[in-house]
């Protein structure tokens, strides 16, 4: 029997059913997004928490949508006119919180850790939305759905992860999701971002410093942001950086023919990514922000919906004819 | 601080374990106010109360070269009069405070008002530490002989490192003139850089930011080549890597007077049971596996002088945070016995009597003190039982503060009376005794 989750707070402890399921629960909300009207009733009345200690933009927004469709209503927290400005602990912020009595909170946080500090504290579904260098859970289940639709499976294939692995919540999550389907998993980037220590994460990892031998063989490749405003000390120069990891198309050649280019946004072109890569018909990034509403719709159905583990309800309409 | 008394105690039929004399004996001992009058077998007074210690262990009192009393400055987490109330509890007789109070104890008026503190509202005895530089900021020498004359028994700049070679240099000259040991925390700032637990493959699984364990061995090999220059006192405080302990025992093969202290934090967990509960975070981090097991070869074998604590005590709210915003530390003295115990001797790992040396002998040793059990010794002894069987409760404790990764353990073996001065300050009940 499936376990129920309570909350969403990593990849790492799911198991490879649990990760299936909701992958599976999320077919029918792609498909929704393609409907006219894209509103349903399913959690009305239910009001979904949006903390965001940490700027996001494409997340937040991913999420208020995705509570939108489903019918529910949204609370606002924003870093930039929250309480922490003044000093308010997070235990107290999100203490004051769940006193409005919200049916589930979504929390993004520059501290690793912060998700399951609040989950172990309040009564109430917690979706882990980025927690620091930790984990990006959502993001992990839109790029497995994304691969998934694309290339039919999950299992066996070849993944290369190009850029700052060390400081990136979203390699961490895809790699605990991919290796749990047997993906056979390369990281590659300037050395002092790939520790060797990434390859305790999970079995079949292994670090590669030459883009070109990361690429042979690859069927899936995932360019990270090269995140220029935090992290890096020192800084390594962007000339550099594209110097010796920009993913072109004279490397993409490299790779399988037709392997898929993933990115988990915002994407910087012409630091990580090369503009016809981005643009190019093996990039996957818009479907992956369209995937990222289902997987979230799918999530909130589950966690804050507090549906039994079975289908879908009735009224997410059929493919549209 | 008991006042001085004039009654007689006998404490009948227990181990005598005296590092000092090397006696390991069932010998009893007579204590006349604050002085030991007698110590042999089957001895009798009919004036005596009877303490009663078959079954247990009697030492020396123990020493703690390391922890922090908070006051001033941090009453909210820890005072003078609560922190040695818990140190009593956990065996302890004498207890030396650091300086990073605040402000900083780095001038002998300060220390005049802490050792009165100690002696007014204080169970054990309280040996401050004394701030290295001013501040403890690394720039100028802090008025050392003055608070020599105040009471200080070391030096240090404990929470940091002292600052800079040549600044280390002159401290340890200088101290080596007044005969003062140095203490210094080894950390290099910029491999530090703000990292929050030991750099390796649990770091990277929580995504929380490692500390190389480098940090600590470049400044501990710092610190032993400028105590052979110098010639000096030098001991490592909470010393937590392979790196440093071979930079301890390369000195102590040259004659060198270094010493070093390990925590029961340290040899007890390893940075594999990192979670995120700010119970783990402490600094310096617990270690890896690795460091862990050469860290209890070198208790074993001599190379580590002393077990310390570094009660760290933070208010509840002050830890009750993400794991990157916490205070790093955790209190200490309650559990100390028993981990080193659990850990070290019912393991096979050591033995009592080196337990004993490893809270007496061996920080005595550092501080340049005698510690015995002798007839006109002071009579500060520590009773504990090895094998008594509890749980400890962080809520029962008299200190102000909760953070410990130890709470709810069980344990065997624990302190039975605390004696500072012939006069006992704690005494467990023993309504709970399971043999």
Not at chain 1, 35 to 49: E, F, M, S
Not at chain 2, 280 to 295: C, F, H, I, T
Not at chain 2, 345 to 366: D, M, N, Q, W, Y
């Amino acid at each position: 029997m499936l376990q129920r989750l309570e909350h969403l707070l990593g990849i790492e402890d799911l198991t490879r059913e649990q990760i299936s399921f909701i992958l599976d629960q999320a077919k029918p909300f792609q498909e929704f997004q393609r409907h006219p009207l894209k509103k349903l009733a399913t959690l009305r009345g239910k009001t979904v928490a949006l903390a965001f200690f940490e700027n996001s933009t494409r997340t937040r927004i991913s999420f208020a949508t995705a509570a939108a469709r489903l019918g529910a209503d949204t609370m606002n927290l924003q870093a930039e006119s929250s309480s922490l400005k003044k000093g308010e602990s997070l235990l107290d912020t999100v203490r004051t919180l769940e006193a409005m009595r919200p049916d589930g909170i979504v929390i993004r946080h520059s501290s690793s850790g912060a998700p399951e500090f609040v989950a172990d504290r309040l009564g109430v579904p917690i979706v882990n939305a980025g927690d620091g260098t930790h984990e990006h859970p959502t993001q992990a289940l839109l790029d497995a759905l994304t691969i998934r639709d694309r290339k039919g499976q999950l299992e066996g294939w070849n993944l290369t992860i190009l850029g700052d692995v060390l400081h990136s919540r979203v390699a961490r999550s895809n790699i605990h999701l991919l290796s749990k389907f047997g993906v056979r998993i390369t990281l590659c980037g300037p050395a002092m971002w790939v520790p060797r220590e990434l390859e305790t994460l999970a079995p079949d990892v292994r670090r590669v410093t030459r883009i070109e031998e990361a690429l042979d063989g690859a069927d899936v490749i995932i360019a990270l942001r090269v995140q220029t405003e935090r992290l890096h000390d020192p800084a390594l120069a962007a000339e550099e950086y594209i110097l010796r990891y920009q993913l072109t198309p004279q490397r993409l050649k490299l790779a399988r023919p037709g392997a898929l280019v993933l990115h988990p946004g915002p994407m910087i072109r012409g630091l990580e990514i090369d503009d016809a890569v981005a643009d190019g018909p093996q990039s996957c990034v818009l479907e992956q922000v369209t995937n990222g509403l289902a997987i979230r719709m799918a999530l909130l159905y589950h966690l804050v919906g507090g549906a039994a583990v079975e289908p879908p309800p009735a009224k997410v309409p059929d493919k549209a004819q | 601080m008991p006042t001085t008394n004039d009654r007689l105690l006998l404490i009948k039929n227990g181990r005598l374990l005296d590092p000092a004399s090397k006696t390991d004996a069932r010998h009893d001992i007579l204590l006349h106010g604050p002085r030991v009058v007698r110590v042999g077998p089957d001895l009798a007074s009919s004036d005596a109360e009877v303490f009663d210690a078959t079954d247990m262990i009697v030492a020396p009192g123990f020493i703690d070269l390391h922890c922090h009393l908070r006051e001033p400055g941090q009453e909210m987490s820890e005072t003078i009069e609560t922190g040695t109330r818990s140190a009593a509890r956990g065996g302890f007789t004498a207890v030396c405070c650091m300086p990073n109070t605040q402000p900083v104890n780095d001038n002998a008026s300060l220390t005049r008002s802490i050792v009165d503190r100690g002696a007014a509202t204080g169970a054990v005895r309280v040996w401050p530490i004394g701030a290295a530089s001013i501040g403890s900021k690394g720039e100028a020498l802090a008025e050392i002989a003055a608070m020599k004359d105040a009471g200080i028994v070391a030096v240090s700049d404990d929470g940091k490192p002292v600052a800079t070679a040549r600044l280390m240099r002159q401290v340890m000259d200088y101290c080596n003139s007044l005969d003062l040991p140095v203490i210094d925390h080894c950390e290099d700032p910029s491999l530090f850089a703000g990292g929050v637990m030991r750099e390796g493959p649990r770091s990277i699984r929580l995504g929380l930011k490692g500390i190389p364990a480098e940090s600590e061995s470049i400044c501990a090999g710092r610190d032993v080549e400028l105590a052979i220059l110098t010639r000096s006192r030098l001991h490592i405080a909470h010393m937590s890597t392979t790196g440093a302990l071979e930079y301890v025992r390369h000195a102590k093969k040259l004659g060198m007077r270094v010493t070093c202290e390990v925590t029961p934090h340290h040899f007890t967990l390893c940075d594999e049971d990192v979670r995120y509960d700010t119970n783990y975070k402490m600094n310096p981090p617990l270690a890896s596996r690795a460091d862990r097991a050469a860290l209890i070869a070198g208790l074993a074998d001599g190379t580590v002088d002393a077990i310390a604590t570094d009660h760290a005590p933070h208010h509840p709210a002050s830890k009750d945070v993400e794991f990157d915003r916490a205070p790093f530390g955790i209190i200490g003295f309650e559990t100390a016995l028993a981990l080193t115990l659990g850990e070290l001797v019912h393991t096979g790992k050591i033995s009592l009597p080196r337990l004993v040396e490893l809270f007496t002998t061996g920080p005595a040793r550092v501080l340049g003190i005698e510690r015995k059990i002798a007839v006109g010794a002071t009579a500060d002894i520590t009773i504990f039982s090895p094998d008594l069987a509890w749980t400890y409760r962080a809520s029962e404790s008299p200190s102000k503060s909760r953070n410990t990764p130890f709470n709810g353990r069980t344990f065997r073996g624990a302190p039975v009376a605390t004696i500072v001065a012939g006069q006992i300050v704690y005494r467990r009940e023993l309504t709970a005794i399971a043999k």
